[in-house]
Nanobody
Framework: QVQLVESGGGSVQAGGSLRLSCAVS????????MAWFRQAPGKEREGVAA????????TYADSVKGRFTISQDSSDNTLYLRMTSLKPEDTAIYYC???????????????????????WGQGTQVTVSS
């Protein structure tokens, strides 16, 4: 069984930075891809960034490119999301997720299109004020 626990959320002013962490328990070798998603009130869930566990290959949503960095630390089984130059529109609950099965290449941020994430964290709130 895999469990994911996010931390690091909080309130920050626009232009500020935060680093989210996701502690991943269980057999890490079965993890294909790990990712961060977010959901703002009244909006659909949005893929933010993803990283392949074996290659460290990453992909980002256009809305966060150049501002957010996803990374992983295999020594302590932790997934990170470094967020800089934060904007009010980044306000959302952020979730980490793990995919053991993968899916179509290029669709890592789109579970609705067939990239399956079978483990999810409980979420951490990020609030950016103007």
């Amino acid at each position: 069984q895999v469990q994911l626990v996010e931390s690091g959320g909080g309130s920050v002013q626009a232009g500020g930075s935060l680093r989210l962490s996701c502690a991943v328990s269980g057999d890490r070798h079965i993890h294909n891809c790990m990712a961060w998603f977010r959901q703002a009130p009244g909006k659909e869930r949005e893929g933010v960034a993803a990283i392949y566990t074996n290659s460290d290959s990453t992909t980002y949503a256009d809305s966060v490119k150049g501002r957010f960095t996803i990374s992983q630390d295999s020594s302590d089984n932790t997934l990170y999301l470094r967020m800089t130059s934060l904007k009010p529109e980044d306000t959302a609950i952020y979730y980490c997720a793990v995919s053991t099965y993968g899916g179509p290449p290029g669709l890592e941020l789109r579970p609705e299109a067939g990239y399956e994430y079978n483990y999810w964290g409980q979420g951490t709130q990020v609030t950016v004020s103007s």
